[in-house]
């Protein structure tokens, strides 16, 4: 038992009307990566909030190093060494990297003032020890998220964790930055540190983890090494079928063109964009965090205004100053941030589709709440979002379900153009099997789909065609169903732009 830091045994935890642990048992070895995995409902954060010291559990117990511990709250989990890394940052923007890292924990110097001299010396090396380059004194606000990621990493060291629980820690990295991601983490199993990985990008899986548990409807479905298991058995553990892995079969069959984007820039875009989507086509934006995709899609949208270049929908060129005008024109953005753009949490599925679309559900300035009642059930059925009812609080739905109600308070005013900023962000492999074929549904209908995405996967399997973005510029344009992950990568980092800009001057 020795080579186990830690051991969870028949865990069990009810909440009112549902079990959400079912005598789970979970541990993780010395130095591995032991990946967590399921889909979203299926037990893995009511698990590590016990680990955290949030919840308590009602049935079973905990070891760690070999002792029986009843973890009480975070403050005594920290003391233990267990260190968590959640999907949100839990940093101050203003504050430096160094005063991040040892917040509430400064050391003073015989006089009660703070050491900044000792805490800039024992960041730099905590970072060091790393291998990652960051100016201790640089704030948070000027960090990319990458960065971000690793001052998280280094405060939990700080506190002398043998023991780091990941949390979707690759949710917003692409590239250069997830590969780095990942060597940090074989320096820390090098140092013996042991990691808890939840994830629902199951390429990473294979990557990096040593081991993975899988985990549906609070039941334990399996632990295995991972040369024992493939990804169609992994996903078939995790939803109970097989699901397949191959995205819905491409048309080949478009209209004319729907949108047309010509020579649109902002502060944000120094350099004029121009594309084109054609009735039916799902058009892909692939390229690093950092790159201009959301700034692209915001400008578009008019969230973020235009200082040149016009906008022609339908034949019709138009001038989209704001939101409103492109709603207005049959533009919409799903944005990348569902919770903090998309939906409103504390209210009902109903509002949350209601929102937007109050002139279409009233008259004479009143609503009529019958129609506004149908609409909602209808949009429930027909994207099959699971809830008790339209009187679900949004955020008690799974992260699918809360992004097809933001895809249905759009849908409710039939768009011609749908803006997806990471569709899937996320999202459990279940639930992103219907959200791909929502999409391709929607461009069988005839609208024009815009799809970033940092997952090439998704690219690959998805787009018809596919722009590349580095530097703020579109640098390379695909054939989605015959380019690959090597030549947008190619593009992505600037291999390509060169060979692009030839082009457009043919």
């Keep these: 038992m020795n080579e186990y830091l830690l051991r969870m045994e028949n865990i069990t935890k009810k909440f009112p009307g549902t079990i959400a642990l079912d005598d789970v048992s979970f541990d993780c070895k010395k130095g591995e990566v032991h990946a967590l995995v399921g889909e979203n409902g299926a037990g893995k954060s009511t698990l590590m909030k016990i680990l955290s010291g949030a ?10 190093r070999g002792e029986q511990i009843n973890i009480s709250d975070p403050k005594h989990r920290q003391a233990l060494g267990i260190g968590i890394i959640m999907q949100e940052f839990n940093l101050l923007p203003y504050l430096s990297v160094e005063e ?3 917040l509430g924990r400064e050391k003073k110097t015989p006089l009660g003032l703070i050491d900044e001299k000792y805490i800039n010396q024992e960041s730099q090396k905590l970072l060091s020890s790393l291998n990652v380059n960051i100016d201790p004194k640089t704030k ?53 540190t042991s990691i808890i990985y939840i994830s629902h990008r199951l390429v990473e899986i294979f990557q990096i983890a040593d081991r ?17 298991v493939t990804r169609d058995k992994l996903v078939e553990l995790m939803v109970g079928r097989t699901v397949s892995e191959t995205f819905p079969k491409r048309t080949g069959k478009f209209g004319d063109c729907m949108i047309s984007v010509e020579n649109i820039s902002n502060k944000t875009l120094p350099n004029p964009i121009n594309l084109e989507i054609r009735c039916g086509e799902i058009l892909g934006l692939a390229g690093l965090v950092g790159s201009g995709r959301t700034e692209l899609a915001k400008a578009i949208f008019g969230s973020d205004s235009t200082e040149t270049g016009s906008i022609t929908i ?21 944005p990348e941030d569902r919770k903090l753009e998309g939906l409103v949490g504390i209210r009902t599925i109903q509002q949350n589709i209601s929102l937007p679309n109050l002139d ?3 008259l ?19 994207l099959s979002i699971r809830c008790s009812g339209m009187t679900q609080y949004v955020q008690d739905l799974s992260g699918g379900n809360q992004q097809k109600v933001v895809l249905a308070k759009w849908l409710v005013r039939l768009p011609n153009v749908i ?10 492999v279940g639930a992103k099997s219907e959200i791909y074929q929502i999409m391709r549904n929607l461009a069988n209908k005839g609208l024009a789909i815009l799809m970033i995405s940092s997952e090439l996967p998704e690219i690959l399997g998805m787009a018809d065609r596919v722009l590349v973005m580095h530097e703020r510029k579109i640098v390379a344009e695909l054939d989605g169903a015959s380019t690959t992950e090597e030549e947008i990568m190619r593009a992505a980092t600037g291999g390509a732009v060169a060979i692009f800009e030839d082009q457009q001057s043919t």
């Design 314 to 334: 339908k034949s019709r060129k138009t001038r989209i100053k704001n939101p409103n005008d492109a709603v207005k024109n049959g533009v919409v953005l799903i």
């Design 360 to 362: 279409h559900f009233s």
């Design 140 to 192: 948070i606000e000027r960090l990319t998220t990458a960065q971000m990621q690793f001052v998280e990493i280094a405060k939990a060291l700080s506190l002398g964790a043998d023991l780091l629980i990941m949390d979707e820690p690759s949710a917003t990295l692409t590239g250069h930055e997830l590969e780095y991601l990942f060597s940090v983490i074989e320096v820390l199993k090098k140092k013996g």
């Design 419 to 428: 803006i997806l900023d990471e569709p899937t962000r996320g999202i459990d």
């Design 100 to 102: 991040n890292i040892f």
């Design 364 to 382: 004479f300035g009143f609503i009529k709440s019958q129609k506004e009642k149908q609409e909602v059930q209808n949009s429930i059925e027909q």
């Design 212 to 228: 993975v548990t899988i985990l549906k409807d609070g039941k334990l479905m399996g632990t295995k090494g991972i040369e024992e």
């Design 55 to 64: 919840y308590s559990q009602d049935l079973g117990s905990i070891y760690f």
